[in-house]
């Protein structure tokens, strides 16, 4: 804890000092990035980015990686200390220890200590490298220890080394070979001893033994490439380089703002720029030949230090403070003026122009006015007219500046002088827009009804306002007129040009090659000659303000979107200069090119940026896989783009998230993504996630970026995956299914078969069933006895002499032999015929019956359509009541049979007054058993076998013995329903 405490004492110490405030100065434009936006903490000691394209931000509550518009906080357990001191991506691995000197790293996503052993459990870590053999090498307070990996994978301690008491804390440095050196520095030695510590023989070399470096009792070391690094003395107060084996003193001269000067920080970007952070408050940078990159005032002079400088991939510079958080530069070559950090009078500009001695003159807001000199002093304009200055035009041969408003138009004689000298023009023009200085000198102004000549001698009355004016020669002027087009003026000649355009003209302007450009709101610029549209690049950017051509015949175009270059001489490549370039907003009202340098006015502050340095395009743009998501598991992709994941079948919802590192205009960022295997056109959204439900196979994700600009990032992101088959949607599970299949089809197949012949078994049973039970019905009908009656009634009736009578009743008697041998071969009998028949026998029963029994048969209602019914079921019913339950009637005998049609089934009733079933049982009991009627037992077995027939269903009798109130037989009834049968 001790040790913890000291170097966090040691470190504040020596990074943070008070210093002087400092007013009146213009800043670069940046994007400042605190707490709000999501940072842990305004405290900022370190940054580095990886291979990705991540920034990785060490903060005074621990660690943050940053894609430009998320942050993402890692944290660790075993964390003694939320201050992260330093970072570094070494060979691909994020390194970093905090203020208590612990040693992290990040893999697969996640924050791991590095205490290998437990042999870093006391040690303060202050200083961390990995050389190329991947060893880790570690100094602190008297210590240097070296950590291999071995054959296992695991971390071992290769070499410790004690540093004596006699030498200060150690300091890495990489050579060209890669090779890594250990400074150390002798205490109470003679100043400026340096050594080199051979940590595997426990030697030391004296470095540059014939020179002595004064003050370097303490210094920090700041590697910037192989075998270069920056050191700083904190007792001397001078910087040195390290370069080719040699220490020389870099010579940065810093402005004696504040005459304590204390350096802390020191950084050489990319662009071989040197920074160096001092107590003078902000930073100061230097160009590669040591020329102060701004001359006049430092960066962020109100910021009490600046931590950690780091330039990224995209050319950003990154400059950490101790409280305020982090300040993203675009471009270090572009800076603007504001009301917060000037005595600019308002942030709106409209307009720029050059005044003498290349003073830049800026038209405002509130009718302000605001003068820059060369010399960087700037002064307001005593003048307030208007609510905006809309256009300026500065003649340099009477030094007279003209100035157009929304309430008129005036000119300032000797606008330098205090006060300049005013002439009004507001009874000229009541709203001017636009001015132009045409052939010997002579003002234009485009106001709310035409054009007019600042002497009054010419006006065109157009009823409309003009934005835009342009003298191609002293004889012919170009005016852009709102809603009608352009009209020109030459030889005392007023017409209009035949090229078809009515969108508002905003400015125009002319090249060499005769090309006529013009900047509209809602076309863009247009190259035209005659009525011909030769050039519109840039299609997607409609909304223009002006164009200036300038001396390599290049169009600078003020545009709602930056501004954009479009360069000579095919007009057909072009630039666009935004934010992401350094301008402080893309809505730019006007511009002005001064040799390297270009003015922009824009709604947010005055831009001026050097214009040599190459602008950043989509190539920059970088999107990161971030996860690969099923239904139930995620898989992190960073870092691993190259992998095929294998994904079980029921991980088939998937869901792909990933993210543009954009540290500009993020917000802006769009996507274009294809899913091959899947689909095959390319799709476009502003979402960071995309979903599918996907079938077993292979697919690969393919996605790019597109910038605000709207160009595509040539740099595609993939992600390759599979969905493995279920069982069951395999080959093999699916011909062994097909041959299941085929066994099982084969089988019932079989058994239908079996089936079939056992049906037509039982269905040859069944007839030869059903045509036992018809001859055994045809034998009840024409049972011995029946027929004996018969012909003894017969032979009754030719004794008596009758007959006529016998001759009736023979022929009654063969009409029902007949009958019943032609029905018996029939399945379905018409119910007339059936009726007919019953007839029949009803008449040769009652021939033996005589008075005896009476018999009623009605038909109701069931000839009235053509009905079919089984032939021989109701005659053996008529003949059991004649011989069981009329017989023993000595008179009164009543047999009723009727028919009835309900809905579609055929009610047959057979009703008796008979002495019953139980009464005939017994007095036919004597009788021999082959004179008993087996009948109505047929008929029941010719129902229940016609119940399993297809061709009659639903048959069935139904038998109730009849009694009076006192249980005394009086009678039999039958009752058969037959479901209607239709031929």
């Known amino acids: 804890m001790y040790k913890a405490s000291a170097y966090r004492w040691f470190f504040i110490t020596t990074l943070f000092v008070l210093t002087t405030t400092w007013v009146d100065a213009q800043e670069p434009s940046y994007k400042q990035i605190t707490t709000r936006d999501g940072l842990p903490s305004n405290t900022i000691y370190s940054m580095c980015q990886d291979k990705e394209g991540y920034m990785w931000i060490g903060t005074g509550n621990g660690l943050t990686r940053y894609d430009g518009s998320t942050f993402k906080k890692y944290k660790h357990p075993k964390f003694r200390d939320q201050d992260i ?174 005459k304590k000067k204390i350096y802390h920080t020191v950084y050489r970007d990319k662009d071989l720029n040197y920074w160096v952070t001092s107590n003078n408050g902000g930073v100061w940078g230097f160009t590669p030949s040591k020329e102060p990159i701004n001359p006049h005032r430092p960066y962020f002079p109100n910021e009490r230090l600046i931590s950690k400088i780091y330039q990224d991939n995209e050319g950003n510079h990154w400059f950490g403070t101790l409280g305020g958080g982090i300040y993203l530069v675009p471009n270090i070559h572009s800076q603007f003026y504001s009301p917060q950090n000037s005595d600019i009078p308002v942030r709106q500009a409209f307009s720029i122009e050059e005044g003498k001695n290349g003073d830049i003159i800026i038209g405002m807001a509130k009718g302000r006015t605001w003068v820059i000199q060369k010399s960087g002093e700037h002064f307001n304009l005593p003048v307030e007219k208007g609510s905006e200055i809309n256009d300026l035009c500065y003649v340099e041969e009477t030094d007279i500046l ?13 606008y330098s002088g205090n006060p300049p000298i005013i002439t009004d023009r507001e009874r000229v023009v009541s709203s001017s827009k636009e001015l132009r200085r045409g052939y010997n000198n002579e003002i234009w102004m485009g106001h709310r009804e035409g054009v007019v000549s600042w002497d009054k001698k010419i006006k065109f009355d157009f009823e409309n306002r003009c934005y835009a004016i342009y003298q191609e020669s002293p004889t012919k002027i170009w005016m852009g007129i709102l809603n009608k087009g352009l009209f020109i003026y030459e030889k005392d000649s007023l017409w209009q040009h035949p090229f078809p355009i009515t969108t508002l003209i905003k400015d125009i302007n002319k090249t060499k090659d005769g090309t006529m450009w013009l900047a509209t709101n809602g076309k863009g610029i247009i190259g035209f000659q005659d009525t ?148 095959k056109e390319w799709f476009t959204t502003s979402s960071k996630t995309v979903n599918y439900q996907l079938s077993p196979g292979n697919y690969v994700f393919r996605i790019r970026g597109i910038n ?123 119910l007339e015929d059936e009726i007919e028949f019953l007839h029949l026998y009803i008449d040769l029963e009652l021939l033996r019956f005589g008075e005896k029994v009476s018999v009623d048969v009605d038909v109701g209602n069931t000839l009235e359509e053509d009905v079919f019914i089984p032939p021989l079921i109701i005659q053996p019913i008529l003949e059991n009541a004649f011989r069981h339950g009329l017989l023993h009637k000595k008179e009164g005998g009543k047999l009723k049979v009727s028919f009835e049609l309900k809905k579609e089934v055929l009610v047959c009733i057979v009703e008796d007054n008979g002495v019953g079933r139980k009464k005939a049982k017994e007095m036919g009991s004597w009788r021999p058993t082959e004179y008993q009627s087996s009948g109505l037992d047929i008929t029941q077995q010719r129902i229940d076998l016609l119940q399993t027939n297809t061709q009659v269903e639903n048959v069935k009798m139904e038998i109730i013995d009849l009694e009076d109130d006192d249980g005394v037989c009086q009678g039999t009834k039958v009752k058969i329903l037959i479901p209607v049968l239709r031929e």
């Not at 909304?543 to 051509?549: A, F, K, P, Q």
């Not at 050097?610 to 870092?639: C, P, W």
């Open 85 to 258: 001191l330093v970072i570094n991506n070494f060979y691909d691995r994020v390194w970093l220890f905090n203020m208590a000197g612990q040693v992290f790293f990040v893999e697969n996503d996640s924050l791991h200590l590095f205490n290998p052993a437990n042999l870093l459990t006391n040690k303060t870590v202050i200083q961390l490298v990995i050389d190329k053999q991947g060893r880790v090498w570690l100094g602190g307070r008297k210590f240097v220890m070296v950590f291999s990996i071995n054959a296992a994978g695991q971390y071992i301690l290769e070499k410790g080394h004690l540093i004596s008491p006699g030498f200060n804390d150690p300091h890495f440095l990489i050579d060209e070979q890669e090779e890594v050196y250990v400074f150390i520095v002798k205490h109470n030695a003679t100043p400026g001893k340096m050594y080199k510590l051979d940590v595997f023989s426990d030697s030391y070399h004296r470095i540059l033994p014939n020179k002595e470096l004064s003050g370097f009792e303490q210094f920090r070391a700041f590697q910037f490439d192989k075998g270069k690094a920056m050191l700083i003395s904190t007792t001397s107060n001078t910087i040195y380089l390290w370069e080719n084996n040699k220490m020389n003193t870099l010579s940065l001269t810093i402005p004696d703002v504040n």
């Open 532 to 679: 011909s549209i030769l050039y519109q690049p840039a299609p997607d950017i409609t909304s223009t303000e002006e164009i200036i051509v300038d001396e390599a015949e290049n169009l600078w175009v003020a545009t709602n979107l930056g501004v954009l270059k479009v360069l000579a001489p095919n007009y057909n490549t072009w630039e666009l200069v935004d934010m992401h370039d350094g301008l402080v907003d893309n809505q730019v009202s006007s511009i002005y090119k001064q040799g390297d340098t270009l003015w922009a006015a824009t709604y947010q502050g005055l831009n001026f940026m050097n214009i040599q340095r190459n602008f950043t395009d989509s190539n920059h743009l970088t999107v990161v896989i971030e996860a690969l998501k099923g239904m139930d598991s995620t898989y992190s992709l960073t870092g691993k783009q190259e992998e095929v994941f294998e994904l079980p079948y029921w991980e088939n919802q998937i869901n792909i998230s990933y993210s543009a590192i954009a540290f500009i205009g993020h917000e802006n960022v769009s996507y274009s993504y294809s899913l091959e295997g899947y689909e």
């Open 402 to 414: 003209y100035c157009s408003s929304n309430t008129g138009a005036y000119e300032l004689v000797n």
């Open 708 to 830: 605000p600009d709207g160009l595509v990032s040539n740099k595609e992101q993939r992600v390759r995956f599979r969905i493995k088959a279920a069982i069951w949607q395999t080959a093999w599970f699916k011909g062994l299914l097909l041959l299941l299949a085929g066994a099982l089809m084969y089988a019932l197949f079989q058994y239908r078969l079996r089936t079939i012949k056992q049906q037509e078994v039982a269905k040859t049973a069944l007839n030869k069933r059903l045509a036992d039970l018809k001859m055994q019905a045809l034998y009840a009908q024409m049972n011995p006895h029946f027929v004996f009656n018969c012909l003894n009634a017969l032979q009754s009736m030719i004794h008596t002499n009758q007959q006529t009578k016998a001759s009736k009743y023979i022929s009654s008697f063969s009409k029902l032999v007949r009958s019943i041998f032609e029905n018996s071969k029939q399945s379905l009998l018409p």
